[in-house]
């Protein structure tokens, strides 16, 4: 019987811990790229998304990503309501306790959700997005994650994703994709990009998704050993390469950087490293970095230039970084890091698994999501009046204001 190791456990619960600011961070992020009088109603979807998911993880969520292996698809319901995972279960395949990685991969779950609600912000339902929330990772979050991390079929076909650029980012970014075209475009911002209100608050965000991200990608070892640092590390460049990439085509393009150019293109390279951290070296997470923040600072531009209304650039950074991440791995996968052996050393089949996984990604997010989406928008509706839109969400769904407004 395999023993629970204390520094394992430990390194779990603390990445669990950092996994879990994320969700905030991203909140304080967002919240700072919306206008004034929508910053309570964005924060609200990422939290609010993060109780309602933890709660239906418990319930279905992890049994439908982990349990047995059902056609290659999804996981049965025998882990439902963590049946049969006590105190004293020990993991398979690692040495922590059961619940712990039950904890560690609850806020995976969470955050992905979260992510989303850039398709919404500024002019979606707070109660049309909870809804959609537990649809969503029952029916797109839990069936990625088992074909990746649950023994499905992309798994057994030699598909690799060490800590989500398939099952997090891209199944995020084309579900926003899906979610921003169900909901529609905001009134009145056409032609205009609307300014964020609150750059600080980006640039915390921005902080606390970084230093969250290296538990993230680090805690996906799930022990305390080499492996765990090398993802660290590698995660840590990928995230400045990606951050000063995409400043400088800010500053060539515009002739300035921009604190919310380096900030997002941080946020870019932090996940195209998210599928490689186990897999790739220093020099390769460069490179890695470097094209996600010009990859992604592209796609960004195509939106604004085509008017899709996807509010805060989910689809454009966290979908296409995935994609490129994905791909990445599959190319620079380097076996002295993780035995693993990609493209540049002759493995032609793990980069032909890894596009047909990414590719079925894409689909099934996009697809289903937009399905949910358009159920939700027949049943409860995604969109508030037109002048309660106005005025704002923070006070027309919650009662509430950010900010103090003084008298005149």
Request: with cysteine; hydrophobic share 55%.
């Amino acid at each position: 019987m395999t023993s629970v190791s204390s520094g394992d456990t430990a390194w779990v619960l603390a990445s669990t811990a950092l996994v879990m600011l994320m969700t905030p961070g991203l909140a304080l992020f967002y919240g700072g790229l919306v206008r004034r009088k929508n910053v309570l109603s964005v924060m609200m979807y990422c939290l609010g998304a993060y109780a309602v998911v933890s709660l239906v993880w418990v319930l279905l969520g992890f049994s439908l990503v982990f349990g047995r292996d059902l056609h290659g698809f999804i996981g049965s319901l025998g882990y439902a309501g963590l049946r049969g995972l006590g105190i004293g279960t020990v993991w398979h395949g690692t040495r922590i306790p059961a619940l712990a990685f039950v904890g560690f991969q609850s806020v995976f779950a969470a955050i992905a959700t979260a992510i989303i609600a850039s398709a919404i912000a500024e002019k979606g339902r707070v109660d049309s997005w909870l809804l959609f929330s537990a649809l969503w990772v029952l029916l797109v979050y839990s069936v990625i994650g088992h074909w990746l991390w649950g023994g499905g079929w992309a798994s057994r076909l030699g598909a690799i994703d060490f800590a989500g650029g398939m099952v997090v980012h891209i199944a995020s970014g084309f579900s926003a994709l899906a979610l921003a075209l169900v909901a529609g475009k905001r009134r009145g911002v056409n032609s205009v990009e609307p300014v964020p209100h609150n750059l600080p608050l980006v640039l915390t965000g921005t902080g606390l998704l970084w230093f969250g991200w290296l538990g993230f990608n680090a805690g996906s070892a799930l022990a305390a050993n080499g492996l765990a640092a090398n993802a660290l590390l590698v995660t840590n460049i990928a995230a400045s390469a990606g951050g000063l990439a995409w400043a400088l085509a800010a500053w060539l393009n515009h002739g300035r950087p921009g604190s919310v150019a380096f900030a997002s293109g941080a946020v870019a390279g932090l996940v195209a490293i998210t599928p490689a951290a186990g897999y790739v070296g220093p020099l390769a997470a460069m490179l890695i970095g470097a094209v996600a923040g010009m990859w992604s600072y592209y796609w960004v531009s195509y939106r604004i230039r085509h008017g899709l209304d996807e509010v805060l650039d989910a689809w454009a950074v966290h979908g296409m970084s995935g994609v490129w991440g994905s791909i990445a791995t599959a190319i620079f996968a380097d076996p002295s890091v993780n035995s693993v052996k990609g493209l540049i050393y002759g493995n032609v089949h793990l980069f032909l698994a890894q596009l047909a996984a990414t590719a079925a990604s894409i689909a099934w997010a996009f697809a289903a999501s937009y399905a949910l989406a358009w159920l939700v928008a027949k049943t409860l509706g995604w969109r508030i009046p037109e002048q309660a839109e106005y005025i704002g969400l923070d006070l027309s769904e919650l009662g509430e204001e950010a900010y103090e407004t003084l008298p005149s």
